[in-house]
């Protein structure tokens, strides 16, 4: 920060244990409060630990509700997350009370198109499996008809959300020689399009999906997206994978089809609730699952945490934020 020197550095309080790099960032220039990492902040606790605070670092994990942003101090002023998600603000309510809100697009997207494509992977050529299989020493030998998975190539793959991590997962899928189809609150240009077949429904997206990957941000509007009715349109033995958010899921849906055989396989790295998931998951065998790592690379983490305190330097230096969401 250009603060001249003895002037006050601005307060904030960071929520939680952030990479060392990204720590050492705001301690050097930022009057930090550092939250114990053991214990999670929220509702009037949150409130609390930002008493006295200009600002506040934080992620996921803590949510800003309507209440809790109603009972911020007045001194807060600007709030940073660590996640290009911001599902856990209430933006309306920041907007309403003056609250900046800064978010962490762009440097994230590899890192979380690599983790679909190890999700379509990994359920679709049944990686559970055959990983327990080797661990728990049930592996007798090669046979020509054993641990048979769903063919990539030449597939259709439906993506849900042709933001920049939608468009990631698409340019990898192409190396798989895959079909991409998808559905986008508008239509991209053709250069972004590259080729791609868009769907102005999100129901005739499904209906040529034979892979599926979640990519869209959750809203009030898309909660519970994929349902029985929206499961059923979907080709027989679709592979289903989700990097987005939990909620765009109805579990007992699509875990009934899992069952059935009428969804092949799915792919979860984001849950409803999570880390409390569905617990009849774990049970399915035709689920490959990770918690939550589509951005866990030391690289990405890093610079999450970099831009999120760009989006503090810049408010505190009277400019717009860099990625400001509200
Ligand atoms: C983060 C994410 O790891 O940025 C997001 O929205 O979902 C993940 O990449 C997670 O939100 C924790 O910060």
């Known amino acids: 920060m250009n603060d001249p020197q003895n002037a006050r550095k601005p307060k904030i309080l960071v929520t939680r244990r952030f990479p060392d790099a990204v720590m050492a960032r705001a301690a050097r220039d930022y009057d930090a409060t550092f939250h114990d990492d053991s214990t999670l902040l929220s509702g009037d606790a ?13 992620s996921p994990t803590e949510k800003l509700t309507a209440e809790v942003i109603a009972g911020l101090p007045e001194s807060v002023k600007v709030a940073a997350t660590f996640s290009v998600g911001v599902d856990h603000v209430d933006l309306e309510a920041a907007r309403a009370r003056g609250l900046k809100v800064g978010n962490t697009p762009d440097v994230l997207t590899d890192a979380t198109a690599d983790i679909a494509l190890l999700l379509m992977l990994g359920a679709a ?70 080729g791609a077949t868009y769907h102005e429904s999100p129901d005739d997206l499904l209906k040529v999906s034979q892979f599926l990957s979640i990519n869209a941000p959750a809203t009030k509007e898309n909660h519970h997206f994929l349902n029985a009715e929206r499961i059923a349109l979907l080709p027989e ?6 990097t987005a958010r939990g909620t765009l899921v109805k579990d007992e849906d699509l875990i009934a089809a899992l069952r059935s055989g009428r969804i ?23 689920c490959f699952l990770l918690p939550h790592m589509g951005s866990a690379t030391e690289e990405t983490r890093d610079a999450m945490g970099f831009k999120a305190l760009d989006n503090l330097d810049a408010f505190f230096a009277g400019k717009p934020l860099p990625a400001e969401v509200a």
């Not at 033995?237 to 989700?242: K, S, T």
């Not at 799915?266 to 035709?286: H, M, Q, R």
């Open 237 to 242: 033995r679709a592979v289903v994978v989700n």
């Open 125 to 194: 050529r049944r990686a559970y499996e055959g990983e327990r299989m080797v661990r728990e020493e049930r592996w007798y030998g090669w046979s020509p008809t054993e641990m048979l998975g769903i063919h990539m190539s030449g597939k259709r793959l439906g993506i849900l959300g042709m933001g920049r991590i939608g468009q990631a997962v698409a340019r990898r899928a192409r190396g798989f020689d895959m079909e991409i189809h998808y559905h986008n609150r508008s239509r991209l240009s053709p250069d972004l399009e590259a």
């Open 46 to 58: 949150l409130v609390r630990a930002c008493e006295g605070q200009d600002g506040l670092f934080f």
């Open 264 to 286: 092949a396989a799915a792919g979860l790295d984001v849950f409803e609730g999570e880390p409390k998931i569905n617990p009849v998951y774990k049970d399915l065998s035709n």
